[in-house]
C-alpha cells in the first residue's frame, strides 16, 4: 500500500480538546495540505472530557470556514460514553447539526464493566442521532464482544475505527494490535467499512496511519471497505440518518 491510502482524516483534535496541544484547526488544516490530504475531519472532545471545551465551541463551529489550504474541513465531536445505558456528554440536537460524531469510551469518565456491560454501553450510545463512529473499540482496558457490537454496529449504520494511536509503541491503551486485528477480521467477513484515524491530537500525526498498514496488509483487507479511501462513501455515509 502506498503511504498515505487515505484521502481523509476524520479523527483529529485541536487546542479546544485540551491534553496540551496548542495547535489550531489552522495549524492542522495547513499539517493535512503538507500531507496531501483532500478531507480534514476535527473531532474534538466533548465537554466532559477534563479540559476540553463547553457545547458553545461545538456550536461556533457551525459557522467556521469550509475550506483552508485546499482542504476541506469537517466538524464533529468525539462523545464521551457516560454509563451503561449509553448516555452521552452533549445534547442530541446539537450532536445532529455537527458533520459527524465518534463515540468513545474514555477512563475516568467510564468505569470499566463486564463485556457485556461494556458492549451494551456502546451498543446504546449508537442509537444517538449523528453518532457516525465508534471510536477505539479496540482498548482492552474495556473489553467487548466483538461479534456484537460489530453486528450491532452494522445494524445501526455505525462504523468501528482502527485507531493508530492505539498501535503506537507508547500507547496508553492496551491490546491494541490483538483487539484491532480481530476487529478488521470480523469486518472483513461482515463486509463491515472500517474507517482508519490518526487520532492525532496537534498537528504531529495528521494523517498518520503507519502502524495500521501492517494489519491491513495481514489480514488481506480489502481497499473497498476503507472508508476514508473513498470520498464518495465517506460523504455518503456522512448524510446516513
Do not use: W
Request: one cysteine or more; proline letters at 5%.
Amino acid at each position: 500500500m502506498q503511504t498515505f491510502p487515505i484521502l481523509a482524516d476524520i479523527h483529529t483534535h485541536c487546542i479546544a480538546s485540551g491534553h496540551g496541544t496548542q495547535d489550531t484547526i489552522t495549524d492542522m488544516a495547513r499539517a493535512a495540505a503538507r500531507r496531501s490530504l483532500r478531507v480534514l475531519g476535527i473531532s474534538d472532545h466533548a465537554p466532559a472530557t477534563p479540559g476540553a471545551a463547553d457545547s458553545s465551541y461545538f456550536r461556533n463551529l457551525l459557522l467556521a470556514e469550509r475550506n483552508r489550504f485546499g482542504i476541506s474541513l469537517l466538524y464533529g465531536a468525539e462523545l464521551n460514553i457516560l454509563n451503561e445505558k449509553g448516555d452521552v456528554d452533549m445534547e442530541d440536537a446539537l450532536i445532529q447539526a455537527l458533520d459527524y460524531a465518534f463515540i468513545s469510551i474514555h477512563p475516568p469518565i467510564f468505569r470499566a464493566g463486564s463485556v457485556d456491560a461494556n458492549t451494551d454501553a456502546c451498543i446504546h450510545a449508537m442509537k444517538h442521532p449523528g453518532v457516525r463512529f465508534l471510536g477505539h473499540p479496540d482498548d482492552g482496558r474495556f473489553p467487548v464482544d466483538y461479534e456484537r457490537l460489530l453486528s450491532a454496529a452494522r445494524a445501526n449504520r455505525v462504523y468501528p475505527e482502527i485507531n493508530n494511536a492505539s498501535l503506537m509503541p507508547d500507547a496508553y491503551r492496551t491490546d491494541g494490535r490483538r483487539n484491532s486485528m480481530q476487529i478488521l477480521t470480523l469486518c472483513k467477513k461482515m463486509r463491515l467499512p472500517v474507517l482508519l484515524s490518526s487520532d492525532s491530537h496537534g498537528k504531529g500525526h495528521v494523517g498518520d496511519i503507519t502502524y495500521i498498514l501492517p494489519l491491513l496488509s495481514e489480514c488481506d483487507f480489502p481497499l473497498e471497505l476503507i472508508i476514508n479511501h473513498d470520498l464518495d462513501m465517506l460523504y455518503r455515509i456522512l448524510k446516513e440518518s
